[in-house]
């Protein structure tokens, strides 16, 4: 869960699509869109989970404006029912033009301001940010049972981390990470709640080259 919530939030920002069709039919999948209260189709990836034969990852894009959303889900595949993915309201979003370095997120077509919040279906927080003009200050994810999973601070507006943390059953810190970001390198040191260094990893930035 902690590799996927890192990958998730760290992904590059660019919309390809892929038809999958076998894979599709397989999963027997409907999307609701919960800003339109209707059903829709979007362009949809499909990955296999590590360790679950059956397990699929899904990440999909919507249009919302000129922006495009993009969500994830995981479901298993059966060919016996139809699975409904509900869209929540609030998506990391990018421009739609071609290799677009425009992003925000977005609640609906709305782009996000000061405290915004979404919710699961059974009426539990989802998601919960501070956010300026579009740009996530501090970020919490919470279980669908409505228990605090995560609370991730972010630097100067940026996509990049400054702190994570991460919450047990009684919504209490076990486990943190501290992001010290530099021009071609990001060092990740996790601590256990009692502040003893656990790992160190690093992490090697892309630098594009100027032509």
């Known amino acids: 869960m902690k590799t996927l919530q890192k990958s998730i939030f760290l992904l590059l920002i660019s919309f390809s699509c892929f038809s999958q069709k076998n894979e599709r039919e397989k999963l027997n999948l409907v999307f609701f869109d919960k800003c339109t209260n209707n059903f829709i189709k979007p362009e949809i990836e499909i990955d296999t989970i590590a360790g679950l034969k059956n397990g699929r990852l899904l990440t999909y ?9 993009q969500a994830f889900s995981s479901t298993m595949l059966n ?51 501070n956010f300026k003009n579009g740009k996530p200050v501090e970020l919490k994810e919470f279980k669908e049972n409505g228990k605090l999973f995560s609370q991730s601070f972010y630097e100067n507006f940026t996509l990049n981390f400054k702190r994570i943390n991460y919450f047990n059953e009684n919504e209490e810190i076990y486990e943190y990470d ?5 021009k071609r390198k990001t060092i990740i040191r996790t601590f256990d709640k009692n502040g003893v260094l656990i790992s160190k990893e690093i992490e090697k930035k892309h630098i594009e080259k100027r032509h």
């Not at 894009?61 to 959303?69: H, M």
């Not at 993915?85 to 609030?90: A, H, Q, R």
């Open 178 to 182: 501290i992001y010290e970001n530099k």
């Open 61 to 69: 894009y919507i249009k919302r404006g000129d922006w495009i959303s």
């Open 79 to 129: 060919r016996e029912s139809i699975d409904t993915i509900k869209i929540p309201k609030i998506l990391f979003s990018f421009g739609n033009e071609l290799h677009s370095k425009r992003w925000n997120y977005l609640n609906c077509e709305k782009i996000c301001e000061g405290i915004e919040t979404d919710f699961y279906e059974n009426g539990n927080k989802r998601i919960e940010g």
